[in-house]
């Protein structure tokens, strides 16, 4: 659900801000997404700091349908923010011109098979580590680390916070010297990344988890991923 949902909004979003913005703010304006995304993960650190407040009962009792009864907040936000926008410029005129195709799908499939398959590649990697720093990190850290499990969620509020400031920092350097050149970089970091962080992690050291986190979360999760925001539109 959380796939189809991201995959859904980053996309989208990702296509309405590119066509709208101008040649040379594209990064800086798409990079926006993965600031949001960033929001979102700084805010779900301060709900768990929150619910460790709470009696360890109370939280398997009734504690735990709070996090999720504050979806609809965001849930209810995000459709009044759908219902309230404009299409893009290049969608109207697009849509003026009828010159359309009658079956996108079909289109897709027959004539952008080598993109889709290029971003699906592109995607692959980059996406495994991000996981693995929002999600797998915090369960490796408490049981094979040892790590207080109150120290993770501020943590990852930090690394969030990093994150979307690289987003957008990323995005702007990619208006200046190329998405492609950005992304190169970001992912020969990546590859080289995991190995030593994993040997950082094991050590047990809080400024070695802290300095993984937010390297992960700047390059990985949110900081190529903003440059792909107008990268794979383009």
């Not at 996090?67 to 109207?92: C, Q």
């Not at 970091?189 to 070695?208: D, N, R, Y």
């Amino acid at each position: 659900a959380q796939g189809f949902g991201a995959g859904a909004e980053q996309s989208g979003g990702a296509t309405l801000l590119t066509e709208t913005a101008t040649p040379g703010t594209r990064g800086k304006l798409a990079s926006l997404i993965m600031v949001g995304a960033a929001a979102g993960t700084a805010l779900g650190a301060l709900v768990w700091i929150a619910a460790q407040s709470l009696a360890p009962n109370d939280m398997l009792t009734w504690g735990w349908r709070l996090v999720f009864l504050s979806s609809i907040f965001v849930t209810v936000a995000a459709l009044i923010i759908r219902r309230k926008l404009d299409e893009s410029p290049v969608f109207e005129e697009i849509k003026q011109a009828r010159t359309e195709p009658p079956a996108p799908l079909r289109e897709v499939a027959k004539n952008g098979k080598a993109n889709v398959l290029r971003v699906i590649l592109m995607n692959l990697g980059v996406s495994t580590q991000s996981y693995t720093i929002q999600v797998f990190m915090a369960s490796y850290l408490i049981t094979v680390v040892g790590t207080d499990p109150k120290f993770i969620p501020p943590v990852l509020l930090i690394g969030s916070l990093c994150g979307g400031v690289a987003a957008v920092s990323f995005g702007i350097l990619s208006d200046k010297i190329g998405r492609r050149r950005v992304v190169s970089l970001i992912t020969g970091a990546l590859i080289l990344f995991p190995a030593p962080a994993f040997l950082l992690l094991t050590t047990g050291s809080p400024l070695a988890i802290v300095l993984v986190i937010i390297v992960g979360f700047v390059l990985a999760c949110q900081g190529v991923v903003g440059v792909h925001m107008s990268y794979f539109p383009e």
